[in-house]
Structures are given as C-alpha cells and as structure tokens.
C-alpha cells in the first residue's frame, strides 16, 4: 500500500508569510492527490484536488503543485483563518485511499 | 446542495459492534458518485475505512476488511458502517463524505458529514 509522508508536522508562521506544506508519497501517484484544511471539532475541508485544481470557492492564495511522489501546497499570504491542520490524502485507484500525518500550522 | 448526516450510538462495548449511519439529503444516494467513511481518532490523523456505490459495489481498507461492512438502503437515501469486534483503538470521530468523482470510486472527498464520536468503553 502507498504511504504518505508530510512534512513538516508542525509549522509556526505569522499573518502573510509564504507557506509551503510538503507531501511525498511511498510510490508514484501521478496526480491524484488532494488536499484538506481541518480546524478543531470540524470536518476537513476540500482544498485542492488532482494536484492542483482549486476546489470551487477555496481562496485563490491556496495553490498545489506536483506529481509522480512529491508534491506542495502552498498558502502565499497566510490569513488569520488559515491557522489549521491539514492533510494530503491520494486515491490512486491502485491502492487504498490513504492521508499524510498531518501538518499544523501555528501562529508564530 | 448535498448534504450528509451520521448518526448512532456514542458509545460501545469492548467486543461490540459499532454501527452508524449517514442520511444524505439534497440529492440522491443513487448518483453517479461513491460514499465513503473515514474516522480520526482523538488528537490523531485521518484514516479510510472503506466506500461502496448505489449498487452495492463496495471497496474496504485492508487493515479493518476482515471486521467492516458497509451497506446502502437506497429506499432511505442512507449508507451504513458496521464494525465488528471493536476495542479501545476503534474510539474516533467517525465521518461519512462523498467522492467527488463520478463514477470512479478514486477521489477526493468534496462532502462531508459534521462527523460523530463513538467512544468504546465498558
């Protein structure tokens, strides 16, 4: 089964920094990789999907990028709502859905 | 818009079955999309359980096939988790959501379910 590795699992920043979450995955994925916000006591929330398509109504500061086994999300300016956990998570149809550990974002 | 609510009871016996359900309301099970179940333990990551189409197809993570079934009772537009023989390592948020792909049962989860927690104690 493919595993997810995200780095780091946790990250301090501050209101408008550049931030950049890493995800590698055990086998090649091609694209499909997604990618989810989740904030405390609610359920995740579809960010980014196929790598990098936007999902509808998801601030365009949030980007993805890659293929194969390494990929990014990136937030450009972080915003005071963005403080949150999130998760990459591939469905290859080859293999077992599986997420990454997760990656907390702190204010600094 | 589509809409997905669990239900069941919160808490279960050690060696119990646990068993919910996810009603889906503002549209219909019967669409063209897989639904999913997926749960996260207290403090911890997510982790797949398994999905199943309107047919009756379903697709389960390995390390819980031998104790999950997931059914579907098109009749009541829901789907159902049942896990068998649960311990303490079974306590979680269990969440339903939808795959957003049609037809495929490899996607992304669009929608989600508020989530419940089911805690196993005796």
């Known amino acids: 089964d493919i595993q997810m590795t995200q780095s780091p699992s946790t990250l301090s920043a501050s209101v408008g920094d550049r931030v950049t979450i890493t995800c590698r995955a055990s086998?090649?994925?091609?694209?499909?990789l997604a990618w989810y916000q989740q904030k405390p006591g609610k359920a995740p929330k579809l960010l980014i999907y196929?790598?990098?398509s936007l999902e509808s109504g998801v601030p365009s500061r949030f980007s993805g990028s890659g293929s194969g086994t390494e990929f990014t999300l990136t937030i450009s300016s972080l915003q005071p709502d963005d403080f949150a956990t999130y998760y990459c998570?591939?469905?290859?149809?080859?293999?077992?859905?599986?997420f990454g550990q997760g990656t907390k974002v702190e204010i600094k | 818009q589509v809409q997905l609510q669990e239900s069941g009871p919160g808490l279960v016996k050690p060696s119990g079955t646990l068993s919910l359900t996810c009603a889906v309301s503002?549209?219909?099970?019967?669409?063209?999309?897989?639904w999913s179940w997926v749960r996260q333990p207290p403090g911890k990551g997510l982790e797949w359980i398994g999905e199943?189409?309107?047919?009756?197809?379903?697709n389960y993570n390995p390390s819980l096939k031998s104790r999950v079934t997931i059914s579907v009772d098109k009749s009541k537009n829901q789907f159902s988790l049942k896990l068998s023989s649960v311990t303490a390592a079974d306590t979680a948020v269990y969440y339903c959501?939808?795959?957003?792909?049609?037809?495929?049962?490899?996607?992304?989860?669009?929608?989600w379910g508020q989530g419940t927690m089911v805690t196993v104690s005796s």
């Open positions: 959501a939808r795959v957003a792909a049609s037809y495929s049962s490899s996607g992304a989860f669009d929608i």
């Open positions: 196929k790598a990098s």
């Open positions: 199943i189409y309107h047919s009756g197809s379903t």
């Open positions: 998570q591939q469905y290859n149809s080859y293999s077992p859905v599986a």
């Open positions: 503002g549209g219909s099970i019967s669409s063209s999309n897989w």
């Open positions: 086998q090649s994925i091609s694209s499909w």
